[in-house]
């Protein structure tokens, strides 16, 4: 079975940085895309970052400029965070979209990691 594991959420004051990684395990491909979304109580859960096969890019207005999503190898994706502000808090997940052309065939999610940003 296919698994998402993310990693490098944790506590930190505004203005700081944090890098998410997500590293999948077992059979995935074709890979339509992968990405972050982020929730917390207050919100419905929202995209934060998106990377296609092709490497296009797509940001949420709130974090364009702060926040780059990246590949690191053919297993990982990575979420580099900077001037994090209290309200970026929430719980990060990756997510995975499995599929070609306009046909999905699954999408996945990691279990989620928690970053919470002090003022």
């Known amino acids: 079975q296919v698994q998402l594991v993310e990693s490098g959420g944790g506590l930190v004051q505004a203005g700081g940085s944090l890098k998410l990684s997500c590293t999948t395990s077992?059979?995935?491909?074709?890979?339509?895309?992968m990405g972050w979304y982020r929730q917390n109580p207050g919100m419905q859960r929202e995209l934060v970052a998106s990377?296609?096969?092709?490497?296009?890019t797509n940001y949420a207005d709130s974090v364009k400029g702060r926040f780059t999503i990246s590949r690191d190898g053919a297993k990982t994706v990575s979420l580099q965070m900077n001037s994090l502000k209290p309200e970026d808090t929430a719980v990060y997940y990756c997510?995975?979209?499995?599929?070609?052309?306009?046909?999905?065939?699954?999408?996945?999610w990691g279990q989620g990691t928690q970053v919470t940003v002090s003022s």
């Open positions: 997510n995975l979209v499995q599929g070609s052309g306009s046909t999905i065939y699954a999408t996945l």
């Open positions: 077992g059979s995935i491909f074709p890979i339509k895309a």
């Open positions: 990377i296609t096969t092709g490497g296009s």
